[in-house]
């Protein structure tokens, strides 16, 4: 899978961890967006190095979606707690 498979699945990835975590971020959709395509790449890096499970090529692979939603979750809740969280 090359660069433009992993852009459209960090976008995809993004959108299901907005869902998954809803409210209004203080970057709104762009920077969600952003931090969906980074957790994408994030979740295959974390998932390669520390769980020794590197992600397949394949863009419908489940281990490989579930990798790239895990990553950006965790940048999502690190992103709120760095710059806010406006669900108040």
Not at 22 to 45: C, E, M, Q, S, Y
């Amino acid at each position: 899978m090359g660069i433009i498979g992993w852009i459209i699945l960090g976008l995809l990835a993004g959108a299901i961890a907005k869902i998954l975590l809803p409210g209004r971020d203080p970057g709104g959709l762009i920077g969600t967006t952003l931090i969906g395509i980074a957790g994408a790449f994030v979740g295959g890096w974390l998932s390669a190095r520390f769980l020794d499970r590197p992600v397949e090529n394949h863009f419908f692979d489940l281990y490989t979606w579930g990798s790239a939603i895990a990553g950006s979750l965790v940048l999502l809740i690190g992103y709120r707690l760095l710059f806010g969280n406006s669900r108040d």
